[in-house]
């Protein structure tokens, strides 16, 4: 199982979603994104694509967890050897990531 942490952002827009939105994204991240992480490859519902337009020499991710859910994240720095480290970025709807639905991937905002 990957380690994970949070940014500051990321936690100020976690309490932003309503209780149902909040289910929705624990659940897809601890049924689907965690055993993907683990298995090195991520299906394809998932929709996870490198963002554009990150700052240079940052490699940022975007993920759907529904419809009009999205979530950003990079990987960090192992913490324990051979285990992936993810760094949750964003959190929210295309509209509070600045992301249009279905215009691929969004443009970087943090």
């Known amino acids: 199982m990957p380690?994970?942490?949070?940014?500051?952002?990321?936690?100020?827009?976690?309490?932003?979603?309503?209780?149902?939105?909040?289910d929705r994204f624990k659940q897809v991240v601890l049924e689907q994104f965690v055993p993907d992480v683990d298995a090195?490859?991520?299906r394809k519902s998932l929709r996870v694509k490198q963002m554009q337009g990150t700052p240079k020499g940052q490699v940022v991710y975007e993920m759907t967890w529904a419809y009009d859910g999205r979530a950003t994240f990079q990987y960090g720095e192992e913490i324990k050897d051979g285990v992936p480290?993810?760094?949750?970025?964003?959190?929210?709807t295309h509209s509070a990531l600045n992301m249009a639905p279905g215009k691929g991937t969004g443009r970087f905002n943090g």
């Open 3 to 22: 380690t994970f942490e949070s940014t500051p952002r990321f936690l100020k827009d976690l309490k932003r979603l309503d209780s149902q939105s909040l």
């Open 85 to 92: 480290h993810v760094i949750w970025r964003r959190v929210g």
């Open 40 to 42: 090195g490859t991520f």
